[in-house]
């Protein structure tokens, strides 16, 4: 076998004298560091300390905000680094969620206890997590990576598979260039740093994708076993747990390459049949499991809860935007990830917590700002109004890819057509011209 370094690799002559077609080549994606890094987006000043994330509430935002004595409100980015909270002076239990780069030189890590943590690094920042915001970023970087490469599969908040083989880029310097314009097109919408690893199969990308964090790329051919994946340790394997991982060494197995040397049989013999198996393949590298895309969306929607209960009169004009804004979102949402719609709902939530949706079909698909502000307008005039409102969302759904649509003339789309005749929503969507979508609806919100 030959070794192959990441790094050289890539500029080795060697991949274009591989054999005639194209190979495998399938990567893990996995955000650096990624909910102190989202709050490093929120905090620049802090970039390059110690931080961790961890504890309580996000009242600390406040307390920062205001400033030392409680005085005055402050821009975020002018919050001296003095003025934060300090690992040394957390009090509480609690364990640590993730760490920068410059805190794990410390020793603190993921799932580290906070007392022992303060005393491996007490001058570390300790910031709590913003799960609508790591949510938002989540979205964001996969959405920038599948208008890059479609075929992906969520493996969950961080972290994703991507099939390589067919997309341009995909092959050359073994997935290399693909996965720079990935990373840098992810930094440039983000603000935020991930790691690729590229590989023959789903099992190698995952191991892959550590070598070289952060920021890093790192390509694994099939030769590479031998040199780069047969010296880790077992639990390097994804599926490999803490159990299994001790039974492994209790028999005297450390590595995937003492994994490797034992035989197949033997190892059914300790762990069962399947499970012996599967070992026995993924210490020699074989997975030949799919990337599996997400199924289709069904739908797309977006609400908001209020700071405080609207009402649909006195409230008029505050509801009347926040519904325009939630419309021109989904619309946007529909368009960037190449969808139209033709049923366009709406759902209400009430002081009382009670709910109401309706929705209404159109005869044709969009996915107009406009055309959605209406036909969501037209619901609006199917519920009841005269409680607070504490909740507004807009939904599209009977979904189709832009251009896939089907073309709504056959028989089952005639009394649509006839429909269109009428004043109605279909009169409208003719000839919707962006009129800011009050119209009709203007008596309402
Ligand atoms: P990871 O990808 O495991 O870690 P990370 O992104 O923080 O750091 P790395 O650069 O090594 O990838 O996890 C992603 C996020 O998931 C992490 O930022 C915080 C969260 N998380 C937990 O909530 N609990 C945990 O035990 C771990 C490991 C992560
Ligand atoms: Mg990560
Ligand atoms: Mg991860």
Redesign the pocket.
């Known amino acids: 076998m030959t070794a192959l370094d990441p790094d050289t690799a890539a500029h080795s002559p060697a991949a274009p004298a591989r054999p005639e077609g194209t190979l495998r080549r399938i990567a893990h994606l ?8 989202v709050e490093l987006l929120r905090y620049p000043q802090l970039k390059g300390l110690p931080v961790v ?1 961890g504890g309580g509430r996000r009242k600390v935002d406040e307390l920062l905000l205001q400033g030392p004595d409680g005085e005055g409100l402050r821009e975020r980015h002018f919050i001296p680094v003095e003025d934060f909270p300090l690992l040394k002076d957390y009090v509480g239990r609690g ?1 640590i ?3 920068t ?1 410059p805190a794990r030189q410390f020793g603190v890590g ?2 580290m206890g906070m007392m022992k943590a303060a005393k491996l690094c007490p001058q570390a920042i300790v910031l709590p ?1 913003d799960f609508d915001e ?1 949510r938002r970023f989540s979205r964001l970087f996969k959405s920038t990576i599948m208008d890059i490469a479609p075929v992906m599969q969520d493996r ?4 994703v598979y991507i099939d390589f083989t067919d997309v341009p880029g995909g092959q050359r310097e073994g997935g290399r260039v693909l996965a720079r314009l990935i990373q840098k097109s992810i930094f440039d919408v983000t603000g935020l740093t991930c ?1 690729i690893g590229v590989a023959p199969n789903r099992l190698l990308a995952k191991m892959a994708s ?1 070598f070289n ?2 920021n890093g790329i790192s390509i694994v051919y099939e030769e590479d076993l031998q040199s780069k994946i047969w010296p880790l340790h077992v639990r390097k394997i994804n599926g490999i747990g803490p159990k299994a991982g001790e039974k492994l060494a209790r028999l005297g197995i450390e590595t995937i390459g003492q994994l490797a040397a034992q035989d197949e049989q033997w190892l059914m013999g300790h762990f069962g049949k399947s499970t012996g198996a599967w070992m026995h393949r993924v210490s020699w590298g074989r997975d030949d499991s799919p990337v599996v895309t997400e199924s289709e969306p069904v739908s797309m929607s977006r609400e908001t809860t209020f700071d405080r209960d609207l009402h649909a009169v006195r409230d008029r004009a505050e509801l009347s935007a926040i519904f325009t804004d939630l419309c021109m979102r989904v619309a946007e949402d529909l368009k960037r990830k190449g969808y139209v719609a033709r049923t366009i709902g709406i759902k209400l939530r009430y002081d009382d917590f009670k709910i109401a949706t309706r929705d209404h079909t159109a005869p044709i698909y969009t996915a107009d700002g406009a055309t959605i502000r209406q036909l969501a307008g037209q619901c609006l005039k199917r519920v009841p109004l005269d409680k607070r409102l504490r909740l507004l969302g807009v939904r599209a759904s009977t979904l189709a890819r832009l251009g896939e649509e089907p073309v709504l003339e056959t028989r089952t789309a005639a009394p649509l057509d006839a429909r269109r005749r009428k004043p109605g929503a279909a009169d409208r969507l003719g000839g919707q011209s962006g009129s800011g979508g009050s119209g009709g609806t203007a008596s309402l919100f």
Not at 30 to 37: E, G, Q
Not at 156 to 159: A, L, R, T
């Open positions: 996995d955000m650096d560091a990624f909910f102190a890094s994330i364990v969620t993730t760490a780069y993921s799932a997590v790591v969950g908040v961080d972290e790691s550590e964090k952060p």
